[in-house]
T-cell receptor
Framework: GAVVSQHPSRVICKSGTSVKIECRSLDFQATTMFWYRQFPKKSLMLMAT?????????EQGVEKDKFLINHASLTLSTLTVTSAHPEDSSFYICSARAIAAGDTGELFFGEGSRLTVL | GQNIDQPTEMTATEGAIVQINCTYQ??????LFWYQQHAGEAPTFLSY??LDGLEEKGRFSSFLSRSKGYSYLLLKELQMKDSASYLC??????????WGAGTKLIIKP
């Protein structure tokens, strides 16, 4: 099946620094990538929808200046958590929707990135 | 509003069968997904239903009734490794995924 690679899988940073997380579709092109955040014992929360070549669409309550999303190519989207604080510590997951004939709308998920802000 | 309902937790015995239900109310419908998630890991795709009926894939089957806004995930011959959270998600008319809170499945020997 299609593979989505997310990097880094774990990152620990100091408060006030910025962290970039990459999401790559390895064997398919993705016009749309989604970024999720998971809070402990809760389901995934959609943060934003990223479309290649255009600005991301953020969900209500998500600070776009804090969570910068770039989707520069059909195989790469990045999420940058700027000026990270301990409350930003979480599991961040990306998913990609493939462009393909007969596209079922299936999403393929990255492995997730666990961010810990000290 | 949009919402997905599924039980919070279920317990089953190794080797048995368990059915996890999911009901939904969404703005439009472009398919229903079931994902398995082990603690600390990203969800893994199990099934996708867009037409009514049963889709079978090995030990796992998924059923959809669009008129009832209802789906279930059926797991047969349960194994200890099936202990995980099972997430139901519906893609709405804008191709946004609406997620349920997940059902924690506990398998006992």
């Amino acid at each position: 099946g299609a593979v989505v690679s997310q990097h880094p899988s774990r990152v620990i940073c100091k408060s006030g620094t910025s962290v970039k997380i990459e999401c790559r579709s390895l064997d398919f092109q993705a016009t749309t990538m989604f970024w999720y955040r998971q809070f402990p014992k809760k389901s995934l929360m959609l943060m934003a929808t990223s479309n290649e070549g255009s600005k991301a669409t953020y969900e209500q309550g998500v600070e776009k200046d804090k969570f910068l999303i770039n989707h520069a190519s059909l195989t790469l989207s990045t999420l940058t958590v700027t000026s990270a604080h301990p409350e930003d510590s979480s599991f961040y997951i990306c998913s990609a929707r493939a462009i393909a004939a007969g596209d079922t709308g299936e999403l393929f998920f990255g492995e997730g990135s666990r961010l810990t802000v000290l | 509003g949009q919402n997905i309902d599924q039980p919070t937790e279920m317990t089953a015995t190794e080797g048995a069968i368990v059915q996890i239900n999911c009901t939904y109310q969404t703005s439009g419908f472009n398919g229903l997904f079931w994902y398995q998630q082990h603690a600390g890991e990203a969800p893994t795709f199990l099934s996708y239903n867009v037409l009514d009926g049963l889709e079978e894939k090995g030990r796992f089957s998924s059923f959809l009734s669009r008129s009832k806004g209802y789906s279930y995930l059926l797991l047969k011959e349960l194994q200890m490794k099936d202990s995980a959270s099972y997430l139901c998600a519906v893609m709405d008319s804008n191709y946004q995924l609406i997620w349920g809170a997940g059902t924690k499945l506990i398998i006992k020997p």
